[in-house]
C-alpha cells in the first residue's frame, strides 16, 4: 500500500512565524501536491512538483513555497504565516500515467494549523 | 478552469437503504474521474475511479456511473452502513495532465 506521511497532524503557529510542513511517500512516486481544504471551497492546489527540484505555482500559490531535494519529501514553508493561512493541509502522492493501472493521487492524513 | 460540483451538499440515509451521491464536471475533455471518501480528521482516500470510455465500474458495495452527454458521475452505495458515514467528493483529471479538479463534497449521514 502506498503510504503518505505528514509530519505533524496538528500545529499552532504564530503570526509572522517561518513554518515547514514536510510531507514523506514511499512509493517513488514522481508527482506530489500540497493542496488546502477549507469549508465550502474543496481542496485547492497551492503547489505541485513532477520531479526532483522542479515545482509548478497551483491555484493559490501566494504565501507559499515548496522545496524537493529528494523524490520522498515535498515540503511546503508558509515564509510568514498569517491568520488567513489556517487551513487543513493535505499533501498527496501520484505516479503519474500507468496505462491501465489506477492512477489515483494517495493522500496523506493532513495537517490542521492554525495561525494566531 | 475547470468546476466540478455537486448538487446536494449533505444527504442523510437510513442504514441498509442504498446512497446515492451526484457530481457535475464541466470540461468535457476531463478523462478520469475519481470518488474519494475522507472521514473526520482524516485524509482523503480513493474509493473508486473511472475513466471516460467507461459507462459503469463497480467496486465492493459501490457503483460509479459515468454520463459524458450530460457531464454528470454519480456514487451508489449499496446497503450503506454507519462505518460510510463520511464526506464524499469527487475529482476529474485530463488525461497527460497532473493536475485534478475536486468538488467542494457531500456529506453523508447514516442514520441507524
Known amino acids: 500500500d502506498v503510504k503518505v506521511t505528514q509530519s505533524s497532524r496538528y500545529l499552532v503557529k504564530r503570526t509572522g512565524e517561518k513554518v515547514f510542513l514536510e510531507c514523506v511517500q514511499d512509493?517513488?512516486?514522481?508527482?506530489m501536491f500540497w493542496y488546502r481544504q477549507d469549508p465550502g471551497l474543496g481542496l485547492r492546489l497551492i503547489y505541485f512538483?513532477?520531479?526532483?527540484?522542479?515545482?509548478e505555482k497551483g491555484d493559490i500559490p501566494e504565501g507559499y513555497s515548496v522545496s524537493r531535494e529528494k523524490k520522498e519529501r515535498f515540503s511546503l514553508i508558509l515564509e510568514s504565516a498569517s491568520t488567513n493561512q489556517t487551513s487543513m493541509y493535505l499533501c498527496?502522492?501520484?505516479?503519474?500515467?500507468?496505462?491501465?493501472?489506477?492512477?489515483?493521487?494517495?493522500f496523506g492524513p493532513g495537517t490542521r494549523l492554525t495561525v494566531l | 478552469g475547470e468546476s466540478v460540483g455537486l448538487h446536494l451538499p449533505t444527504l442523510s440515509v437510513q442504514e441498509g437503504d442504498n446512497s446515492i451521491i451526484n457530481c457535475a464536471y464541466s470540461?468535457?475533455?476531463?478523462?478520469?474521474f475519481i470518488w474519494y471518501k475522507q472521514e473526520s480528521g482524516k485524509g482523503p482516500q480513493f474509493i473508486i475511479d473511472?475513466?471516460?470510455?467507461?459507462d459503469k465500474r463497480q467496486g465492493q458495495r459501490v457503483t460509479v456511473l459515468l454520463n459524458k452527454t450530460v457531464k454528470h458521475l454519480s456514487l451508489q452505495i449499496a446497503a450503506t452502513q454507519p462505518g460510510d458515514s463520511a464526506v464524499y467528493f469527487c475529482?476529474?483529471?485530463?488525461?497527460?495532465?497532473?493536475?485534478?479538479?475536486f468538488g467542494s463534497g457531500t456529506k453523508l449521514n447514516v442514520k441507524p
Open positions: 473511472i475513466r471516460s470510455n467507461m
Open positions: 470540461n468535457s475533455a476531463s478523462d478520469y
Open positions: 512538483s513532477y520531479d526532483v527540484k522542479m515545482k
Open positions: 475529482a476529474e483529471n485530463l488525461y497527460n495532465f497532473n493536475k485534478f479538479y
Open positions: 498527496a502522492s501520484y505516479r503519474g500515467l500507468a496505462g491501465g493501472a489506477t492512477d489515483t493521487q494517495y
Open positions: 512509493m517513488d512516486h514522481e508527482n
